[in-house]
């Protein structure tokens, strides 16, 4: 597969998460140009138990324990198997 139809599918991923992503309340995804995303927490509690929801589902996401980026998780867009789960 091409670096062009990999970029195309990485960015039509990206739009899709996002889309979906942005219906649930209590969380936003920053814009992105790039092959991840930011998912902003309002409740920082709801982060920290979303990496541990989803880590259980062998599903691995990045979470910063950083002042200021606590309430942030960022999750690398993957194939559209991955990213449905």
């Known amino acids: ?15 899709r998460i996002t889309k979906e992503l942005n219906n649930y ?11 991840f995303i930011f998912i902003k927490f309002e409740d920082k509690s709801k982060a920290l138990k979303f990496v541990w929801d989803l880590k259980e589902l062998k599903i691995l996401v990045r979470h910063f324990s950083k002042p200021g980026l606590y309430n942030y998780i960022r999750v690398t867009i993957g ?3 991955d990213n449905t789960k």
């Open 25 to 35: 309340s209590g969380i936003s995804v920053l814009p992105s140009d790039a092959n």
């Open 79 to 81: 194939t559209e198997d």
């Open 1 to 15: 597969e091409n670096k062009e139809n990999q970029n195309k599918k990485i960015i039509e991923e990206r739009e």
